[in-house]
C-alpha cells in the first residue's frame, strides 16, 4: 500500500438553500491542521490528507473518512483533529475515539 493512511476530509459547498456542506463549517482549516500536523510530526509520505468533495454526509460534519479502515468520523474543531492524530494517526486506536467516529447507519 503506498500510504499507511489516507485521509479524505470532505470540503463541499453547496449553494445557499440548498442542504447542509462541510466547507462552510470549517473543513478547510481543519485540512490546513491536519496537513500541517502530518508535516511537523515527520509522516509526510506515510500519512496522507487531502481534501475531497462530497462524501455525501455533509448533515455530520464536517466528515472524514480514513482508508485502508473505511472509518468516519466528523472532527469539528482543531481539537477534535488533534485528538484523531494523536489516537488514529499515531497510535492506530480509533477505538479510543469513538466519539468522533460516524456509524455506518448514520
Not at 479502515?69 to 472532527?75: C, D, V, Y
Not at 469539528?76 to 475515539?97: C, G, S, Y
Request: net charge neutral; charged share 30%.
Amino acid at each position: 500500500m503506498y500510504f499507511d493512511k489516507h485521509v479524505f476530509v470532505c470540503e463541499n459547498v453547496r449553494a445557499e438553500g440548498e442542504r447542509p456542506s462541510c466547507g462552510p463549517k470549517g473543513s478547510p482549516q481543519l485540512l490546513a491542521y491536519m496537513k500541517k500536523r502530518v508535516q511537523e510530526l515527520g509522516l509526510k509520505g506515510k500519512i496522507r490528507i487531502q481534501k475531497s468533495g462530497c462524501l455525501d454526509r455533509c448533515e455530520l460534519g464536517p466528515v472524514q473518512v480514513s482508508y485502508p479502515e473505511g472509518l468516519w468520523f466528523s472532527i469539528k474543531t482543531q481539537e477534535d483533529a488533534e485528538v484523531f492524530i494523536q489516537n488514529h494517526i499515531l497510535e492506530n486506536k480509533p477505538e479510543a475515539i469513538r466519539h468522533l467516529t460516524l456509524k455506518d447507519e448514520e
